[in-house]
C-alpha cells in the first residue's frame, strides 16, 4: 500500500527532520528532484534542455526557493531560465541569490506574459502545503499566458492540499514533483496533478502511520482470491445476489454476472428475475425469494428491488442471516428512509454501504462537503459500517478511522449499470472472508482497472466493464513484484 498524509503530519514531520540536517540540504534535494522531472518534461515535449526556455512561476517562502533552485540547477544545465517574482521582496534569498548567479534571469512584469508564453516548460512555485484557498489575482493572470506543460511544485498552486477541493482560479499541472511523503491532494484530484513523482528527501523515518492508504497491484493481487488444491465452490465462497425485478432484470444480470466473473465458487440469485439471470448464466443457483435461498457468505442487495415494503423485507432478510451485506442503490435508500431496517443487523455483522453522492446525501442529509474524506467517515461512524462513496475518485472509509482511496483511470465507469457491477465485485470478495474494508478497496481498485481495459480510450458500456473483470485481476498479478 501506499501510504498518504496529511499537510500537518507532512510539515511536522520535515520539522523534526530539518533540526538534524544542514541548513538549505532539504531544499537542494528536493529542488533536484523537480529539475531531473523538468529536464524530461522538456526532452519529451521540446527535444532536449540546452537553448530550451524554462519560466518559474515564484511565490513566498520555501516552496519558490524550491522553484528558484530547481532554475538554477536546469540553468547548469545549458536551459535558458526566467523567473517571476509574485512577492519579491520575500522570494527565498539563497535561492534567487544562486538563481542569478548561474545567470537565470528575473523578469519584470512588462516582459512576464511574453516569457510565460514561449516557454518550453513552465514550473509553478507559487504556493506550497501551507496554502488555503485558490490563486490570488496577480497569480491567476499569469496562467492565461500558459501554454507549455507545467510542472507543479508539491502541489498545483490553488488546489487544497488535504482535500483537493479548488474554490477558484488554479494550476492544472502536466506532473506534480512532491517530497518526501504522497499528499491528499495527490489522489483526491489526480487530474489537476497529473503525473505525480515522490523524491525522497529523508523523512519517511518520521511520517509514522499514514492518513490515507492508496492500493498498488500487489496489493490487489495478494488480497484477490484464487483456489487452492484443496478449495471447492463452498470454501471459496458462496455469494447471494438480491436485486433486479422482472421489470428491470437487468440490475439482476449485472450484479449476479459481476460475482459470477470475480472469485466466487457459486452464486446464489434470489428474486424475481430468476429466470433472466438463469438464462444468461446457467451456473447461478438462482430462485424466486430471498426467503427460500439456501445459505450464502455473503450478501449483495438493493440493485432494483424497489424501496416499498418488498424491498425492505428483502433488506431485512439479509441483515438478519448473521454473514456480511453489501447494501447498494434501492438498499442505500431504504436505509436512509427506514433506519430502523438496520435493527435486524447483528452488531458484529458487517456492512458495506456503496453510494454514489445522491445516495449519500440521502443517507447523511448533506451531499460530500468538498471534504469527501471527511464526510466519508462521518458516515462510516453513523452508520457503524464500511462506506465507499463513488465518484471520480472513490473513498471508501472504515469506522475506526481507516481511508482508502481509489486511485482513477479515466472516467469511463460513468456508466448505466456500472455501480451493480461494483456491487457484485464487493460482495463476491466479502463471501471470500477478506476484511470488508479492503474488499471494499479491492473491488473498487479491479472495477477501474475493468473500466480502463475495457474502454480503451472510447466510451464503453456496463456488460464492457464487466467482460474485462478476469483481465483487470490478471493485470494486476501480471503487475505485481
Not at 154 to 165: I, N, R, W
Amino acid at each position: 500500500m501506499r501510504g498518504i498524509w496529511t499537510t500537518e503530519h507532512v510539515r511536522e514531520a520535515e520539522g523534526r527532520l530539518l533540526a538534524v540536517t544542514p541548513e538549505g540540504a532539504l531544499m537542494r534535494r528536493a529542488a533536484f528532484g523537480v529539475a531531473v522531472r523538468a529536464a524530461e518534461l522538456l526532452a519529451e515535449h521540446a527535444g532536449g534542455i540546452s537553448g530550451r526556455r524554462v519560466t518559474l512561476l515564484v511565490g513566498a517562502g520555501n516552496n519558490g526557493g524550491d522553484a528558484l533552485w530547481a532554475g538554477t540547477f536546469l540553468r547548469r544545465r545549458g536551459a535558458g531560465v526566467s523567473a517571476v517574482l509574485l512577492k519579491p521582496e520575500k522570494a527565498h534569498p539563497q535561492g534567487l541569490a544562486a538563481f542569478r548567479r548561474a545567470g537565470g534571469r528575473v523578469l519584470s512584469a512588462a516582459e512576464s506574459p511574453q516569457w510565460i508564453g514561449r516557454a518550453d516548460v513552465v514550473i509553478d512555485g507559487i504556493v506550497g502545503i501551507s496554502a488555503k484557498g485558490p490563486l490570488r489575482p496577480d497569480a491567476a493572470a499569469l496562467l492565461e499566458h500558459v501554454s507549455a506543460p507545467v510542472l507543479a511544485v508539491d502541489l498545483p498552486s490553488g488546489v487544497e492540499p488535504d482535500t483537493g477541493a479548488v474554490d477558484g482560479p488554479a494550476v492544472r499541472a502536466a506532473c506534480t514533483v512532491t517530497f518526501g511523503a504522497l499528499k491528499p491532494v495527490h489522489v483526491l484530484n489526480p487530474d489537476r496533478c497529473g503525473d505525480v513523482a515522490l523524491v525522497d528527501i529523508g523523512v519517511a523515518g518520521e511520517l509514522g502511520e499514514p492518513d490515507l492508504v492508496q492500493l498498488d497491484a500487489a496489493d490487489v493481487a495478494a488480497a484477490w482470491p484464487i483456489p487452492g488444491p484443496a478449495d471447492n465452490k463452498y470454501t471459496q465462497g458462496v455469494t447471494g445476489v438480491a436485486a433486479g425485478s422482472a421489470t428491470y432484470p437487468g440490475a439482476a444480470v449485472l450484479a449476479t454476472a459481476a460475482a459470477v466473473r470475480s472469485t466466487s465458487g457459486m452464486v446464489r440469485y434470489a428474486g424475481p428475475a430468476a429466470d433472466v439471470v438463469r438464462s444468461h448464466w446457467p451456473e447461478v443457483v438462482a430462485t424466486g425469494s430471498i426467503f427460500d435461498a439456501g445459505r450464502v457468505q455473503s450478501w449483495v442487495v438493493g440493485p432494483g428491488i424497489g424501496t416499498g415494503r418488498d424491498g425492505r423485507d428483502v433488506l431485512a432478510h439479509a441483515l438478519g442471516q448473521g454473514v456480511p451485506v453489501c447494501a447498494d442503490a434501492d438498499a442505500i435508500t431504504i436505509v436512509a428512509r427506514h433506519p430502523e431496517v438496520l435493527d435486524a443487523r447483528d452488531p458484529d455483522t458487517p456492512l458495506v454501504l456503496t453510494p454514489h453522492d445522491g445516495e449519500f446525501e440521502r443517507l447523511a442529509g448533506d451531499r460530500p462537503g468538498t471534504d469527501r474524506v471527511r464526510s466519508v467517515l462521518d458516515a462510516a461512524r453513523r452508520f457503524d459500517a464500511v462506506v465507499l462513496l463513488k465518484g471520480h475518485c472513490t473513498i471508501v472509509g472504515h469506522p475506526d478511522g481507516r481511508v482508502l482511496v481509489n486511485r482513477a483511470r479515466g472516467s469511463w465507469l460513468a456508466t448505466a449499470g456500472s455501480g451493480d457491477v461494483l456491487s457484485g465485485l464487493v460482495g463476491a470478495l466479502l463471501a471470500s472472508r477478506l476484511d470488508p474494508w479492503l474488499a471494499a478497496g479491492v473491488a473498487a481498485d479491479v472495477h477501474s482497472r475493468a473500466g480502463h481495459l475495457a474502454a480503451n480510450g472510447v466510451p464503453v458500456s456496463a456488460s464492457g466493464v464487466l467482460e474485462a473483470v478476469p483481465d483487470a485481476v490478471r493485470q494486476a498479478r501480471t503487475l505485481a513484484p
